[in-house]
């Protein structure tokens, strides 16, 4: 069956290290992955876009990397912040479709 | 980025009743919207795909005679929840499609008594 996978326990981590989260799906060959923030009872905030031909992508703080080989993506979040604290959402586009289907997220907890 | 409106931000309503939930793109035309639902520390779930000028598209399981939408325009997509039950109860977000990604409301808790 098809899944997309993300730890579901939280992460909890300390302000300036780097948070790395995982995304690992099964039986989808998406042509993208994206990551998004979602704060509590507010709707998904996109932040990076990769595409299946490209290893790495970085914006500021944030790098992903998408590996189509071991089915895998991972979120960096450099120099933490508690303001990053929030869950993260990986999403795949449903075999080369519009539509997207996403993780259950991973919720990130900076400490001061 | 783009921005997706959605209204209204939470909703409290009786069992039996109706909801209609508006989604709007402010600042681009979408021939295509998405609506989502989502409950507590569940992933988001698609409902449908809304396409301006014609049917929506429901995903298996969803019941399209209870989730009516409706597209009217390139920049409003509505989401009516018939006769809304308690288990009906959830996050409902939309979204909808630019050129850099998929750019989301701010969500609908709808709570049915």
């Known amino acids: 069956s098809q899944k997309i996978e993300q730890n579901s326990e939280a992460l909890n981590i300390q302000e300036g290290k780097t948070a790395t989260l995982t995304c690992n799906y099964t039986?989808?060959?998406?042509?993208?992955l994206q990551w998004y923030r979602q704060d509590p009872g507010r709707g998904p905030v996109f932040l990076l876009l990769?595409?299946?031909?490209?290893k790495e992508k970085r914006k500021e703080r944030l790098k992903v990397t998408f590996d189509t080989t071991l089915k895998q993506s991972l979120f960096h979040i450099t120099a933490s912040q508690p303001a990053d604290s929030a869950t993260y959402l990986c999403?795949?586009?449903?075999?080369?479709?519009?539509?997207?289907?996403f993780g259950t997220g991973t919720r990130l907890q900076v400490f001061p | 980025g783009a921005v997706v409106s959605q209204h209204p931000s939470w909703v409290i309503c009786k069992s039996g009743t109706s909801v209609k939930i508006e989604c709007r793109s402010l600042d681009f035309q979408a021939t295509t919207m998405f609506w989502y639902r989502q409950f507590p520390k569940q992933s988001l779930m698609l409902m449908a795909t809304?396409?301006?000028?014609?049917?929506?598209?429901?995903e298996q399981g969803v019941e399209k005679d209870k989730f009516l939408i409706n597209h009217a325009s390139l920049t409003l997509s509505t989401l009516t929840v018939t006769s809304a039950h308690p288990e009906d109860s959830s996050f409902y977000i939309c979204?909808?499609?630019?050129?850099?990604?998929?750019?989301f409301g701010s969500g609908t808790q709808l709570s049915v008594l």
């Open positions: 979204s909808a499609r630019e050129q850099g990604g998929l750019f």
């Open positions: 999403a795949l586009d449903a075999d080369n479709t519009d539509k997207l289907i």
């Open positions: 809304s396409n301006e000028g014609s049917k929506a598209t429901y």
């Open positions: 039986n989808y060959s998406p042509a993208y």
């Open positions: 990769i595409r299946e031909n490209e």
